[in-house]
């Protein structure tokens, strides 16, 4: 089994944030695309309802091993490998996002807050930290990074919490949270959120607004405008799904942004950065 037979067909334009979009220079373009379709290809083998355990990590493994040259058997390891040697780019990031993708198949629940936040230092982290790397941008706004990409990830396990759970029994929601507001995890089976999850979602989300407060600042400190540009969009994205979650059911409500609701929030956080840079 190759890991190209457990792809669910995604590309980066079904992603509920901005990926590599016309924004970004197109130098710099090639690169994270590369990165995105090495992420999705490891996701995808994680998230596989039919393969075993076994045959993920195997697979995983095999990406991992292709990324440091080892093998060349990953045909999406291997190009994200050609662009990090012609960039002179260190393979850390995608190597943290293969541990995130192991835990997936090997961790269903999570116990706590920082339990949470230690995964998104695997599967969130990392890919902000290529995408400053590939712009030449200062290490520095690293955590100011960190706090969005952290914020996008349990975005999308609030989101997604039902889906997870029936198709793979895996609950991101911290199990301290759940049992404090008297939360069950077979709730997360159910039509319509009960009081308690209910409950838990919006503490979760306004949790998730801390995040995004931290990462407020973060596109006016990018030098490149075009990333700085696409990072204030991909912010106001969140802050408006996070508002979304804390209102709505995302097991009986609609929690994701339609096309048409994307552009006027885009071409607000657009206006909004001219004025900032301004």
Known sequence: MTASYLSS??????????????????PCRAPILAFYRFARTADDV???????ADEKLKL???MDRTLTGELDSSPEALALRYVLDERRLSPQHGLLLLEAFRRDVT???YTDWDDLMNYCRYSAMPVGRFVLDVHGEDRALWPLSDALCAALQVINHLQDCGKDYRNLDRVYLPEDTMRNLGARVEMLSEDK?????????AVLARRTRELLDVSRGFAGRIRDRRLALEVNIIQKFAEDLDDTLMRRDPLSERVHHRKREMVPLALRAFFGHLRGRA
């Open 107 to 109: 961790k269903l629940r």
């Open 9 to 26: 067909g995604k590309s980066h334009r079904d992603e509920n944030f901005p990926v590599a979009s016309w924004l970004i220079k197109p």
């Open 60 to 62: 995983l493994e095999e």
């Open 46 to 52: 994680a998230d596989h309802p039919n393969a075993s």
């Open 193 to 201: 959120a009960p009081e308690p999850l209910r409950r838990v979602i």
